[in-house]
């Protein structure tokens, strides 16, 4: 379908204008296919991957029907990690700053219960959240969802895989059978299709095919013997040396051992899979985003809702046996205008599903030989920052600008040495140059930032 302008939908001017100049002026495939639908009211399952537009588009159509003048839970967003739900979160504002006063709370664990008690006394009209947490103040009777007008489940896939199935239906059951239910999943297989029928009333199906730009992402395919498949990472990385890659495994358990095998021979290599604590999984993601790790080494479910931006190149140390996933690992890389690498380990049993790969992109997948990738010249890779972790955050009232302005004033640093700056409630995580890092640690660790002294430690 031809995409179109925003300006071709019943929306209100305020809203078209503020879309105007987010730049978002012609509608993705997703949204031209799913907003008509959306905005009649209809109960939707939308099949499209993760950077195709979807959270505009029912973001869209919440925020065309939401009354801000009544102070009440009128969308429930669902994603499967927190991580998914910030960056959704962060979305709905933007695409709401044409509106005023409209409350966005985000509600996930791994963060304290009071705060969000507190603030769900205080009303809002949005929330954004995961499934266990949402349940739990369902449970203590801290959240209303009788005036839910919208509910949204994002990732649906991954958060049945994930285990959430009993916890979505009964947050499902707390909202009125009068209400506007809108399914995301970047696959739909059918255990998902009768998993989520109940939820449905007459659902209109849309699908955007999930193929790539083959002339921005590079696939190439190597065959390895099973036992071989450790090295052949270890060949790829020495030979390609991307400054960040993530490396996806089919098992936990593969997860661990290749990350261990990885930072054995030098690499900066970190392993996220599930049933890892939240804060674990907050600095690991934090480390890799900020390039303090080179190697991200991953099963699927545990990178869902990851907001990478510049990756440079995708490893599939296991084949997919689900063509849907190797496309959507594969789409990780080469975002933007950047140009992406995807490569891919094949032992002989996974022949057969690279031939479902090639049925799906209807055409051959390039074979290259290992044996002849050399080790680039130069240096060996290693990741440029290191990660200072700082026991301050957002509930000290710490700000980016605080800390950059403490790097660049009273340390002495570039703006140029000092990398991300993430803060959350109780801890703050800066990247720092790794050739003048320790020195920064030295003289901040001595000083203040905002007339306050904090423990600081690099992970």
Request: net charge neutral; aromatic share 6%; hydrophobic share 40%.
């Amino acid at each position: 379908m031809k995409t179109s302008s925003f300006s071709t939908l019943p929306l209100a001017p305020a809203l078209l204008s503020n879309l105007d100049s987010l730049g978002y002026h012609e509608m993705t495939t997703i949204q031209a296919q799913s907003l008509p639908v959306i905005l009649e009211r209809r109960d939707l399952i939308a099949q499209a991957k993760t950077g195709s537009g979807k959270t505009a588009a029912f973001g869209i159509g919440i925020l065309h029907k939401l009354n801000p003048s009544y102070f009440a839970i009128q969308a429930l967003v669902l994603c499967p990690t927190r991580e998914l739900a910030d960056q959704v979160a962060k979305e709905l504002r933007r695409l709401a700053r044409f509106a005023d006063n409209v409350k966005i709370l985000t509600l996930c664990g791994g963060t304290p219960m009071g705060p969000q008690i507190g603030s769900l006394e205080h009303g809002a009209h949005i929330i954004v959240g995961t499934p266990g947490r949402i349940r739990d103040h369902i449970g203590r009777g801290s959240i209303n969802l009788g005036t839910v007008q919208t509910l949204v489940l994002d990732e649906a896939d991954r958060m049945v895989d994930m285990g959430f199935y009993e916890e979505i239906s009964g947050i499902v059951s707390a909202c009125p059978a009068r209400r506007q239910t809108l399914l995301f999943s970047a696959t739909y297989p059918d255990d998902i299709r009768k998993a989520s029928a109940e939820f449905l009333r007459d659902a209109v199906e849309v699908k955007v095919e999930a193929q790539h730009d083959t002339g921005r992402i590079e696939q190439r395919f190597y065959e390895v013997s099973y036992e071989g498949r450790n090295a052949a990472v270890a060949q790829l990385l020495n030979h390609y040396k991307p400054v960040s890659t993530i490396a996806f495994c089919n098992t936990k358990i593969h997860c661990r051992e290749l990350a261990d095998e990885l930072r054995a021979q030098g690499f900066s290599a970190l392993a996220l899979y599930g049933e890892l604590e939240q804060r674990e999984r907050d600095e690991i993601l934090v480390r890799f985003a900020n390039q303090s790790c080179s190697v991200l080494v991953a099963t699927d479910v545990a990178a869902r809702g990851l907001d990478i931006q510049t990756l440079g190149a995708v490893i599939n140390v296991d084949v997919s046996k689900d063509t849907e996933v190797h496309i959507h690992r594969v789409g990780r890389t080469g975002r933007g205008q950047d140009r992406g690498l995807a490569l891919s380990l094949c032992a002989p049993n996974e022949k057969k599903w690279v031939k479902l790969i090639e049925d799906y992109q209807q055409g051959p997948v390039s074979w290259f030989d290992l044996a002849a990738l050399e080790p680039a010249a130069g240096e060996p890779l290693t990741a440029p920052m290191l990660t200072l972790c700082i026991m301050g955050g957002k509930k000290d009232k710490l700000r980016p600008g605080d800390l950059l302005g403490a790097l660049t004033g009273d340390v002495g640093l570039s703006k140029e040495q000092v990398g991300k700056i993430s803060v959350f409630e109780f801890v703050t995580y800066v990247a720092l140059d790794k050739r003048i890092a320790k020195h920064a640690f030295g003289k901040l660790s001595n000083g203040n930032i905002k007339g306050k002294n904090f423990k600081m430690r690099f992970i």
